[in-house]
């Protein structure tokens, strides 16, 4: 089920070299014009796509951006390309932006079982993705290419431009409004997921398992194959209550022990700061997919800080800092392609 998936810093996987940017391999075209899900619902944009395994993808406002990675954490054994038993991960943006900053993105994949469970997490991350802090114009070790094609020489890096992130709890304001698609129907397992990381220190800092995480709060959108899905998708002695936040109701999952206690033991940190791993948190909508428009990130993440565990420890002490919010794709295996667009997020 969940991984720490974002243990990755780009070097993970084999040395594949990238197609060039925003040429799409003969598998990877630009997508085709999906049937509406519904009248009131937008169609997407068509979006060229290819693989960027070593480049880092900026989209949207140069004062308002977003970075999209095409991270590919969990492909250990296996590698890139058209045959079977290969795999294939590739993303994409939209160049223009809406009029309010909204963006658009999209990834295709086709992944085998292989040995890890989740392959990935290609996703659009918008803030300051924990232990990602440049002094440099490259991220982990890899460029930012501008929607014009160049490559940015901004320095330092690793922060989203115009992001309002950090934000320390409780939240006044935090939200993200969004509508996804699907371009073809996908087969096998994963999740489209929020992943929202926040950490005790504001600072990005350098060095994944070097950083100050506390928590790490997944919200699904849509899932396939009965992956991540309530009763049945997830761990269920990891399940806690069921809750109602900001008018809608969600099914919760703690990484808690059998005493019912959340520690912070989640997959691994260097202990920096205190802590050898995190909390990890899921808020599984009762309904997905979800339906296109606004989702209130501060409620459920202010929600967190009101609840107590078993031991009577807090499930968070209610002054950690949001860092980074990102949203993607999981993929355990199987193939699909899914874009989202009229994304923003803001306070």
């Not at 899900?37 to 480049?55: D, T, V």
């Not at 808020?283 to 565990?309: H, K, M, Q």
Request: charged share 15%; glycine share 12%.
């Amino acid at each position: 089920m969940e991984r720490a998936h974002l243990l990755e810093d780009g070097s993970q996987v084999s040395a594949e070299s990238a197609a060039p940017p925003e040429t799409a391999p003969a598998s990877a075209t630009a997508a085709p014009k999906p049937e509406a899900a519904n009248a009131a619902s937008a169609l997407p944009p068509e979006i060229a796509i290819a693989s960027h395994r070593n480049l880092w993808l900026q989209v949207g406002n140069a004062s308002d951006a977003y970075l999209i990675t095409d991270d590919r954490w969990g492909a250990a054994g296996l590698t890139e390309g058209v045959s079977s038993g290969q795999y294939e991960q590739y993303v994409g943006r939209s160049p223009q932006a809406g009029p309010n900053g909204e963006v658009a993105f999209r990834t295709k994949w086709r992944w085998p079982q292989g040995t890890t469970e989740v392959k990935g997490f290609p996703s659009i991350v918008y803030g300051a993705k924990p232990g990602h802090f440049s002094n440099s114009n490259l991220i982990s070790g890899h460029p930012v290419q501008l929607p014009d094609g160049s490559n940015s020489q901004v320095a330092p890096a690793g922060r989203t431009a115009g992001t309002v992130l950090p934000l320390q709890l409780p939240l006044q304001s935090l939200k993200a409004k969004l509508d996804f698609r699907h371009n073809s129907e996908p087969t096998g397992e994963g999740q489209l997921t929020f992943d929202i990381w926040l950490q005790s220190d504001a600072n990005q800092g350098s060095g994944f398992t070097g950083s100050s995480i506390t928590h790490e709060i997944m919200i699904p959108l849509a899932n396939w194959g009965g992956y991540g899905s309530h009763k049945g998708g997830r761990n269920p002695g990891w399940f806690d209550h069921t809750a109602t936040i900001a008018g809608k109701q969600y099914h919760i999952y703690v990484t808690k022990g059998s005493d019912q206690c959340l520690r912070y033991n989640f997959s691994s940190l260097n202990g920096s700061h205190g802590r050898t791993g995190w909390k990890m948190i899921a808020f599984v909508p009762a309904v997905l997919p979800v339906e296109p428009g606004e989702i209130d990130l501060a409620a459920i993440i202010n929600y967190v800080s009101t609840r107590t565990d078993a031991c009577g420890s807090k499930w968070a002490v209610g002054n950690e800092y949001v860092t980074s919010v990102e949203l993607g794709v999981e993929p355990v295996v199987g193939t699909g392609d899914i874009t989202v667009f009229n994304y923003k997020v803001s306070k």
